[in-house]
């Protein structure tokens, strides 16, 4: 696995890259390094925004910076209410993006909703979704 991931950095550093790596386009914490554990926000770096636009995995944010991933990265909670994922960007100059998700009045990664996901079905989230970022091909 390491000789796998060396390959696709060194791919990536001459701009031949298929892939969003975990660590250097997306990932846990501000760093993108942290381990998904439910409580840590996940990270999105312009460049794998943009590139997720072009592809169509998410819609173009609107004026709010806002956008949602399209249906089928979205996720089934409990096979009846639709988890809609959404990438905001955040409000510091560091040109990152961060990931929440709403299902009716219920959600996670803001303040906005009145019944918060616990961190081990936020966790069981936000891993679904890096599996299925993981399997893309660009």
Known sequence: MEDQDSLLKDLAELGLNPFLLQGK?????????????????????????????????INSPSHTGMGSFRGDFNDTWQSTYLVRFILSKSTGDDGLWYLWGTCGDSGFGTRWFQYQFGPRTIKRLQTRLVDKIKAMRF
């Open 25 to 57: 386009d997306f990932g846990f914490a501000s760093s993108l390094q942290q381990d998904c554990d439910g409580t840590r926000k996940l990270w999105f770096t312009q460049g794998a925004v943009e590139r997720l636009i072009k592809h169509g995995i």
